[in-house]
DNA sequence: AGCCCCGGTGAAGTC
DNA sequence: CACCGGGGCT
């Protein structure tokens, strides 16, 4: 049997084998980058090191989980199970559960995602009495978020004449003072932000040295993938965790960085240079996923970036076909178009479903994709989007199991204290809220102690309130004895969300329903997965902690093969986009996703659409060259996934924010070759020739203007000289809209005299409704219920105590 | 206490 | 156009 190493061409060869010491890989696409990562890892246990000294970060879940199912085959089941291998986020996040309590975190703290951190983010601003408006929680967000990767903390923020200066010529001074108070109620929530997962990883690894090491000792050999797409905060744990044996190899292409948004820094490959001076590079340049021409086509795009690291990337694969590019006239129609394209290719080459990607700028865009492939019967997945995770329902069961798990989890106990409905009202949640800001405790512990802080909250709210306590208390205390399924159901059914949905026979209702049953399966599911040996590390820790707590009475009797509802909450807060793919994978299915979404993965045929200037490349990349660069970076990641075939198209007209917008071809199709591309046929253009196919795009934009010049009016609404917006504001609705503002702003008080004394039978008037007559009344003042029949407005049930009528 | 309707506002990519 | 928050309505 060959030796995997055979595999493998010189380059790759080398840069496996070079196991000790700082490497650096700089892979083109397509050029076996996950296969030499593979074979290092194997090689490394072959020269026997242990697996649970091998630390490898992947991009993503699913890609970590791929490749350790690779080395299994190599080096055995058993030893590939025992690899650190995950996201930054996952890796450390984990790391945080065994030694967060050093930080003052429980090591069962909540993960907020971005819509817990925004909401803290309101409360504050409340607090502070600032305008939200002028301090919108997601730019604030955005502004703590940049703040974490570099590393800077709250209190460095407020002292750095840098960032005040910025902020106070913004006109946003209070950012830091926000930021501060963000730390405090997260810590005190018990609660890490994503940002959190690597910060805190890195104030551990800074504050205490003993960690620091006892880490260094375990991950002697460091493995990064995607390194072009690190941050500041990712490289310095790297960096502190590599210092002791430098075994630390990074793999990566700078041609594919496009996370710069979210902090992700180029500059850290150009660091790796200089932190490591004894660095050995190697580079993979022969590329064995696609033909001839989409490689050729590829270099062609990255060529016009200025920072670039020299490399050519080359094929010995076949020419294969052009890239065909389709025009349509809409959005609609693009999608049509690229249904029975797809269709087409799929019968001629007898390819799968699975084989076929459509990738876009947006996930806006994905719904003329999904109707057009409805029509014809093409099954799709999307990824991305809206998460099964966000939807209301399942996020209030969640918010259940995150209570129970972290008791001080103040978003979830905001979300569910009155969910369903027990007579908790508004007012009574924000005494308790102000009462935890004012003494700097959690909310939990304010409605445990409530007759402590005197909030004027009357008994039968009281008893309400420590029936809540009771019930989540009695939850918490089956931690350790239920498995995830177990627990989650009791809760979705003591709860009674699930007796709500269940009575709801609207089809939104039965939806509902059926989201709690598929997210219960899920946890049967994932109860039914043995446990990782990290996994059981983890567990041992936290299990050993519980037994600590002596309110815990039964520690010690916890089943250590349980898998517990905080295990599942883990982790499914940290899944990216492709890892919740929740569909069967056999299933055959072509892939929907953003192309950020696309990284790393590949496929046969890959339809790359939205290809308009001001969508592809975004408006939002146009005003700096570095943003510009990046966002052809990501033209040249969605053409590289392509295998045999790439399809580009764009519309001449979309609708967009509810206008109909004209659209211009993206200059990045100018930017290939036209020898690599087939354009329209009914154009009639010569494809040799570039300079008819500028006369095609002059073409289309001069339509454009002909089109709306009658509209010259709105011209300077648009962003740019070629593209125009029609504004339809139909006249009829702005006299409705007129027309209700008048009635209610003249709304008179009402008179209860009048309306206590109605009697069946009597004529009224109604402000909205005209006039009417009484034909049934009941109940008792003031529930008095009355039933009018409207001469014009049919029969209306109107509770009296709130009626505007008045008698004739 | 909730529902509904209105008007205002925003609109890229993500762990 | 889609989403959200506010305020009116019952």
New binding site residues.
């Given amino acids: 049997m060959n030796h995997f190493l055979d595999e493998l061409n010189p380059a790759q060869r080398a840069a496996t084998i070079s196991t000790e010491g700082p490497v650096m890989i700089i892979a083109g696409a397509g050029s076996g980058k996950t296969r030499v990562l593979t074979y290092r890892i194997a090689h490394i246990m072959e020269k026997g090191v242990d697996a649970f000294n091998i630390l490898a970060l992947t991009?993503?879940n699913k890609a970590a989980r791929e490749m350790k199912a690779r080395i299994a085959k190599i080096v055995g089941d058993k030893e590939a199970k025992n690899l650190w291998m995950g996201?930054?986020?996952?890796i450390f996040a984990k790391i945080l559960r065994i030694e967060g309590e050093k930080l003052g975190y429980p090591n069962n703290f909540t993960i907020y995602d971005?819509d817990d951190s925004k909401s803290v983010i309101?409360e504050i601003l409340k607090q502070l009495n600032l305008d939200d408006?002028i301090y919108?929680p997601?730019m604030v967000l955005?502004r703590i978020?940049d703040a974490k990767n570099k590393l800077i903390s709250a209190g460095a923020y407020i002292n750095n004449p840098i960032t005040q200066a910025e902020d106070q010529s913004s006109r946003k001074p209070m950012l830091g003072q926000i930021y501060l108070n963000y730390q405090k109620r997260n810590f005190k929530a018990g609660a890490m932000d994503?940002?959190d997962?690597l910060y805190q990883t890195n104030v551990l690894l800074r504050d205490f040295p003993d960690v620091l090491l006892k880490y260094q000792n375990k991950f002697r050999y460091i493995l990064v993938d995607e390194y072009q797409d690190t941050n500041f905060s990712q490289y310095v744990i790297i960096k502190q965790l590599a210092a002791r044996f430098q075994n630390i190899s990074v793999v990566g292409d700078d041609a594919q960085s496009?996370?710069?948004?979210?902090g992700a820094n180029i500059q850290n490959i150009l660091n790796f240079e200089k932190d490591y001076p004894d660095l050995k590079t190697f580079k993979l340049e022969q590329n064995y996923r696609s033909t001839k021409t989409i490689v050729g086509a590829a270099n062609h795009i990255i060529a016009n970036n200025k920072d670039q690291f020299k490399k050519v990337v080359f094929t010995d694969n076949d020419d294969g076909n052009k890239i065909k590019i389709i025009k349509a006239s809409t959005d609609n129609e693009e999608g049509q178009k690229i249904a029975s394209s797809l269709a087409e290719i799929r019968m001629q080459e007898r390819a799968m479903n699975s084989d076929f990607a459509i990738l876009y700028?947006?996930?806006?865009q994905s719904r003329a994709f999904e109707e057009a492939l409805r029509r014809l019967n093409i099954p799709y997945r999307i990824?991305?989007g809206?998460s099964f995770y966000q939807r209301k329902e399942v996020k209030d069961v969640l918010s259940y199991c995150r209570l129970t798990i972290n008791n001080n989890d103040d978003e979830s106990l905001k979300r569910i204290i009155?969910y369903p409905?027990r007579?908790?009202?508004?007012?009574?949640i924000d005494k308790i809220n102000v009462a935890a800001a004012e003494h700097d405790i959690s909310m939990w512990t304010v409605i445990c102690n409530l007759k402590d802080f005197n909030l004027g909250i009357n008994a039968g709210i009281s008893s309400k309130i420590a029936d809540f306590v009771t019930q989540i208390k009695s939850y918490s205390l089956l931690l350790p004895y239920k498995d995830a399924f177990e627990l989650a159901n009791q809760i979705a059914v003591g709860s009674g969300i699930v007796k709500e949905l269940y009575t709801d026979k609207t089809p939104e209702g039965v939806s509902r329903y059926e989201n709690i049953q598929e997210l219960l399966n899920g946890i049967k599911d994932f109860v039914e997965q043995p446990r990782t040996p990290q996994e059981d590390e983890i567990n041992d820790v936290i299990k050993a902690s519980l037994a600590k707590d002596e309110t815990n009475l039964f520690a010690e009797e916890t089943d250590n093969k349980l898998k517990t509802l905080d295990e599942f909450m883990q982790e499914i807060t940290?899944?990216?986009?492709?890892?919740k793919d929740k569909d069967d994978e056999n299933k055959d299915k072509v892939s929907l996703?953003?192309?950020?979404?696309s990284k790393g993965l590949e496929f046969k045929y890959v339809f790359v659409v939205g290809l308009e200037e001001n969508l592809f490349p975004?408006q939002?990349?146009l005003n700096s060259r570095t943003?510009l660069e990046?966002?052809r970076r990501l033209f040249y990641v969605a053409i590289t996934r392509a295998e045999r075939q790439a399809t580009l198209s764009f519309a001449t007209m979309r609708?967009?924010?509810?206008?109909i917008l004209y659209c211009e071809p993206s200059r990045f199709i100018d930017e290939i070759d036209s020898k690599y591309l087939d354009f329209p046929e009914e154009q009639n253009i010569n494809p040799f020739n570039d300079t008819t196919f500028d006369k095609f795009r002059e073409d289309y934009s001069d339509g454009a203007k002909k089109e709306i010049g009658f509209n010259s009016k709105n011209k300077n609404l648009s962003t740019s000289s070629s593209n125009s917006t029609l504004n339809?504001n139909p006249p009829a609705?702005k006299l409705?809209?007129?027309n209700?503002?008048f009635?209610?702003s003249s709304?008179t008080p009402v008179d209860l005299t009048i309306n206590k004394s109605l009697q069946q039978g009597d004529i009224v008037t109604?402000?909205?409704?005209g006039k009417g007559q009484v034909v049934l009344l009941e109940g008792v003042w003031p529930e008095t219920?009355a039933t009018i029949q409207f001469e014009n407005q049919g029969t209306?049930?109107?509770?009296l105590k709130?009626?505007?009528l008045n008698k004739l």
Avoid: C, P
Wanted: aromatic share 14%; glycine share 4%; net charge positive.
């Fill in positions: 991009f993503t996201t930054f986020h996952s971005t309101k408006k919108k997601s955005n978020s994503f940002d997962l496009i996370y710069s948004f979210r700028r947006t996930n806006a990824f991305g809206v009155n409905a007579g908790i009202g508004q007012t009574t940290l899944l990216t986009d492709v890892d996703m953003t192309i950020h979404a975004s939002l990349s943003d990046e966002e609708y967009r924010y509810g206008n339809f609705k409705i809209s007129l209700s503002k009635m209610t709304s109604h402000e909205k409704f219920k209306k049930n109107l509770l709130f009626a505007r």
